[in-house]
């Protein structure tokens, strides 16, 4: 199940389920946006992007889903594996430079045996 | 061949004093970033750099001085630290332009007693 407050959204699956991780964006104006994986220790590490004139893209293991009418964005990751245990973040671009990125809280995945 | 490296790694240091933190990208990008990650894992964008030019300097207080001597290079002092400055420091590099993913360094942990 999936907690909210104080602490970091913590979402804990059994391995082997599917994981669908959520994020809110803020920005209307906001055309691309990027999914990040954080490790303990570590820097945040690319999943998946999608543009704005896309509501779904695929990559192995992992499905990107926009929807734009109320600023929401999801992460699904099938079969998760314990090696999926991290810090997720959307992060979500609206300046043609492409150089400011604005994440989202975070959510930890936590995968049980 | 780490892409991000930035050194160190951990920093511990009293309040009152300056420090400095390194960063340098192989990847050839032209544009270098700094984000303060704090304890609730909130990755906040600090400074932006492109080809050695400032572009983005969001509210950091200007006891945070960033220095680009090439665009391979992106260092951050600090100065006069303050407790409140106990944070992870992520530098980051990307292509820029409209679909530039970040790829991020190891992280700089700054703590300050």
């Known amino acids: 199940g999936e907690s909210v407050g104080l602490h970091l959204p913590t979402l804990s699956v059994q391995e082997g389920d599917n994981s669908i991780i959520n994020c809110a964006y803020s920005?209307?104006?906001?055309?691309?946006f990027i999914w990040y994986k954080q490790e303990s220790g570590k820097g945040p590490q690319f999943i998946i992007d999608i543009r704005s004139n896309m509501d779904k893209r695929q990559g192995q293991r992992v499905t990107v889903l926009l929807n734009k009418t109320v600023k929401h964005l999801s992460l699904q990751i099938a079969a998760t594996q314990p090696g999926d245990s991290a810090v997720y973040f959307c992060?979500?671009?609206?300046?043609?430079?492409?150089?400011?990125?604005?994440f989202g809280p975070g959510t930890r995945l936590s995968v049980l045996p | 061949d780490t892409a991000v490296s930035q050194t160190p790694k951990y920093l511990v240091t009293q309040m009152g004093n300056d420090k400095s933190i390194k960063c340098e990208q192989n990847?050839?990008?032209?544009?270098m970033y700094w984000y303060k990650q704090d304890s609730k894992k909130f990755l906040k964008i600090m400074f932006s750099y492109n080809n050695k030019e400032l572009i983005i300097n969001e509210t950091v207080p200007n006891r945070f001085s960033p220095k680009s001597p090439d665009k391979a290079h992106l260092n951050l002092h600090i100065n006069s630290l303050e407790l409140g400055d106990s944070a992870v420091y992520f530098c980051a590099s990307s292509r820029g332009g409209a679909s530039g993913e970040l790829f991020f360094g190891e992280g700089s942990r700054l703590t300050v007693l």
């Open positions: 992060a979500e671009n609206s300046d043609n430079y492409g150089q400011n990125f604005v």
């Open positions: 920005n209307s104006a906001s055309d691309y």
């Open positions: 990847l050839g990008h032209d544009t």
